[in-house]
């Protein structure tokens, strides 16, 4: 069969639909279609013939997305979904449906995920929605095309009547999915896709699904894997990574982006032993918690490691068990000094807004943001998302401005918060993000360490630095 995997335009610019937190990235940050891709290369395995267009990556407009997939004839078109946007996304859905009559149209992703049923009800050409992980169910879908409802993992529009069916569990054997790299070789460029903290151009994998931490923010685990841990055994990653070499010359880097790289510091070593085994070369950046082993760090670093990416989220002890986080302020400012022993580079990740954020715990969080001192920071304002425990808090208790969906991003798409606290609204919470970014990046110590950081790695670090400043200046000196 012929099937049409799109991820869809929206709002005429390069909208990150992957990322965690969907938006028209500051940094001019783009992610890889990963969940999408293992989609595509478990449909192309089982012999089914895929049209894979990513719109904001490749500049594809509706029209000629229309006119594409009509051009190809699919029997099956998959669609991804975010929050932000969801009403885009089921506009597209519909529209594809009435260009190509015969195709059912299938939705997947986070917003599908967490919301079936007002998905369909939006959307009443949409045939159904694969639920959570969706490898499996896009290929028993494109086998049962003509009746859905035989399908597990879904929500099917039998006309206008709902039908739910059983539960599809989620995929045990991570090393029996595709390679990433054979799909994004066939379909994807690398040159397309920029992550600010990683060396131009990268590339993303994943070697983990789901996470065994209870973060009430977190989305993928949430909602994606429903909190069940799995991970890839460390010889497929490393074979990966020599794909990845072997395929892309060009690319200088590999990020991971498991939602919690090093949820057991074991594995983490044996993932670094595995690449030190075969000779890997490229430099990678990596998710990990503050809890991870010095002994982990140093073997990341001997296998190649540049980056870590930490979610501190706040300087409050009192806000990060509020969101269940599970770490403390001081393995943070722990994990630190261990990362710089270790010579790993850090991206440090904050969040403004919440339970119990108050303009004390904000001005706490920049203050222990300059204390940490990463090489990067990000300061996003709270963006809960449906489907995960945060957002029901929020709604229960009346702290959701809206459930316009599309307000989840500005008018330019970049990141938004719909949350109003007790004396911090949604307003407050984006102008601490403004200025807490200004302070943290405007500081003199600051500019002179990038600046002798682009002295003398003008070719790396100064090449991805000024890529990303290039985009990032005229957000940084806004008021």
């Known amino acids: 069969m012929k099937v049409a995997v799109i991820n869809a335009p929206f709002m005429n610019g390069r909208f990150s639909r992957p990322s965690r937190s969907p938006a028209i990235n500051k940094s001019g940050t783009l992610y890889w279609p990963f969940w999408l891709s293992f989609g595509v290369g478990s449909l192309e395995a089982a012999g089914h013939e895929v049209l894979f267009l990513d719109c904001p990556a490749d500049s594809i407009d509706e029209k000629t997305l229309a006119a594409r997939v009509r051009d190809f004839d ?249 969101v269940t986080k599970g770490t403390t302020v001081e393995q943070n400012l722990d994990f630190a000094k261990r990362a710089r022993k270790a010579g790993v580079m850090v991206h440090g990740c904050f969040m403004a807004g919440n339970p119990g954020e108050t303009r004390e715990t904000l001005e706490m969080t920049l203050r222990m943001a300059i204390r940490l001192d990463p090489d990067t920071a990000q300061f996003f304002p709270i963006m809960a998302y449906p489907g995960t ?29 719909v949350v109003d606290l007790p004396g911090l609204d949604a307003e407050d919470l984006v102008e601490w993000c403004n200025s807490a970014r200004r302070r943290f990046y405007l500081r003199p110590s600051y500019l002179v360490a990038k600046g002798l950081q682009t002295l003398r790695h003008p070719t790396t670090e100064g090449r991805r630095t000024l890529r990303a400043f290039r985009t990032f200046r005229k957000y940084l000196f806004r008021r």
Request: hydrophobic share 35%; glycine share 4%; charged share 25%.
């Open 389 to 417: 425990r945060l957002y029901d808090e929020f709604k229960r208790d009346g702290r959701l401005r809206t459930e316009d969906y599309s307000q989840w991003v500005t008018p330019e798409g970049l990141h938004n918060s």
């Open 74 to 322: 699919p029997g099956m078109i998959v669609l991804d979904t975010s929050t932000p946007s969801a009403y885009n996304d089921l506009a597209i859905a519909s529209a594809l449906g009435l260009e190509c009559p015969r195709a059912k149209v299938v939705m997947v992703g986070t917003f599908a995920s967490a919301l079936p049923e007002l998905c369909i009800r939006l959307a009443p050409r949409v045939d159904a929605v694969a639920v959570s992980e969706y490898d499996a169910t896009l290929v028993d879908a494109a086998a049962s095309v003509d009746d859905l409802t035989k399908v597990a993992g879904m929500v099917v529009n039998r006309e206008g009547e709902l039908v739910t069916t059983p539960v599809r569990e989620p995929i045990q054997d991570l090393d029996s999915l595709p390679f990433l790299a054979d799909v994004y070789r066939k379909h994807l460029r690398p040159e397309n896709y920029f992550y600010a903290a990683s060396r131009y151009p990268c590339i993303q994998m994943i070697t983990s699904r789901g996470c065994p931490y209870r973060c009430s923010y977190c989305l993928w685990p949430q909602v994606l894997h429903k909190g069940r841990y799995r991970t890839r055994s460390p010889e497929n990653v490393a074979r990966e990574f020599q794909l990845f070499r072997e395929y892309f010359p060009q690319v200088q880097e590999v990020v991971i982006e498991d939602d919690t790289f090093s949820a057991d510091s074991r594995r983490v070593e044996d993932v670094s032993d595995a690449l030190i085994r075969t000779g890997n070369r490229l430099p990678w950046t990596a998710n990990v918690r503050a809890t991870v082993s010095s002994e982990a760090l140093s073997k990341m670093k001997a296998a190649g490691c540049r980056l870590v990416i930490v979610g501190y989220e706040s300087g409050s002890q009192e806000i990060l068990n509020r």
